[in-house]
């Protein structure tokens, strides 16, 4: 008797120092940008599919590109970024399994209430930028190779200004985050293109505004994709696809539609679509 109920008392002992070590195993590794990590998309999202699967999402938050490179060299299960030619690019190199559309919002360019370079108001974001470069009023840039700066610099380029040349005279880059970006431009009053849903909640406005909107060259993608795990051996590929399908399902888009700020909603899904 006394040796069966030491039997079962080591068994249970030695199934609760196992326990810990499975369930510790049970998350993933998602790069992702500063831009959904900012606007506290995850912060609500992740704790609904915790919920429901039983596993921790970890983020690394970074800009896009960095978040790629960290992708391809096996450093995360998951990409969850917006620069859709970088991630088209990222599938066909064999670095991932399939790309899907998750959710959109829009760029807008903010700038201080006084408006030095007359910009406010409006839709036409190639003449804006040409405003501004003409007035040599500052503009902060993340200047980090993210989907923002991606986009930004695309938008330059379409207006016809070398924006990049002036580096260090009215064109400033800060070689950093969305949050970090928005804090450093309005310290210096400049103009600063961000994603709206991190302007929305950005808590730092002071007399900022929104300058420059409503242009349809601002679309902002998300896209989600696995890791592949036949280049990186080491993705937990079947966690990862879980968290995929959970995010593009009605339940994960609803989820991310119903995410919202002052009232404001930040992304709207487009899986599927």
Do not use: C
Not at 87 to 104: I, L, N, Q, S
Not at 150 to 162: N, Q, S, T
Not at 171 to 184: C, I, P, V
Not at 190 to 213: E, L, P, S
């Amino acid at each position: 008797m006394f040796r069966r109920s030491f039997a079962g008392l080591a068994a249970a002992a030695l199934f609760a120092l196992a326990a810990p070590a499975q369930a510790a195993d049970d998350f993933i590794i998602v790069q992702s940008t500063t831009s959904t990590q900012n606007s506290g998309l995850f912060d609500d999202l992740l704790p609904k599919f915790q919920a429901k699967t039983g596993i921790e999402v970890r983020v690394v938050a970074v800009g896009t590109g960095q978040a790629i490179k960290n992708a391809a060299n096996g450093d995360g299960d998951v990409l969850f970024v917006h620069a859709k030619p970088a991630e088209e690019k990222f599938v066909a190199d064999g670095d991932g399994v399939v790309r899907y559309d998750v959710m959109y919002n829009d760029f807008v360019i903010v700038g201080p209430a006084d408006d030095p370079a007359g910009v406010a108001g409006s839709s036409d974001v190639t003449a804006a930028l040409t405003t501004i470069a003409q007035a040599q009023a500052p503009f902060a840039s993340r200047g980090d190779d993210s989907g923002t700066h991606k986009a930004e610099l695309r938008l330059w380029k379409a207006a016809g200004v070398d924006a990049p040349a002036a580096s260090g005279d009215w064109y400033r880059e800060t070689g950093s985050g969305m949050g970090a970006t928005l804090n450093a431009g309005t310290a210096m009053g400049a103009y600063i293109m961000t994603d709206r849903a991190t302007w929305i909640a950005f808590g730092n406005k002071g007399d900022y505004q929104i300058a420059v909107q409503g242009d349809e060259r601002m679309f902002n993608q998300y896209g989600i994709i696995l890791v592949n795990p036949e280049t990186h051996p080491g993705v937990k590929a079947e966690l990862g696809q879980a968290f995929v399908d959970w995010v593009v399902s009605p339940e994960g888009q609803d989820a991310i539609a119903a995410y919202k700020v002052d009232g404001q909603q930040l992304f709207f899904p487009n899986a599927g679509e």
